[in-house]
């Protein structure tokens, strides 16, 4: 797993467990459209080896995890 897109309306738990999980080899996480990472972006930042995008929603789609799947977020992602 290299690029991985947090939905917008998952919050900074989950966001935070996603980061930590994947970080170490993620060459991309995009936040864009998710307004809640914004708060704790340095936390993010320190958990995650590769680039953050942050700001408006992505129009191009990514491996993606949403809030309509249950937890662990990493069993259950699906591509766009």
Sequence with gaps: LRELAV?????ELSTS????????Q???L???GNHHALRYLN????????ELLVGEPRT???LRACPAIQMP???HVALE
């Design 7 to 11: 939905h917008a309306r998952i919050g």
């Design 26 to 28: 993620l060459e991309l």
């Design 73 to 75: 977020w990493w069993d």
């Design 17 to 24: 467990m996603l980061a930590e999980r994947f970080g170490p």
């Design 30 to 32: 995009d936040l864009r």
């Design 43 to 50: 936390d993010l930042k320190r958990k995650v080896v590769g």
């Design 60 to 62: 191009v789609g990514l």
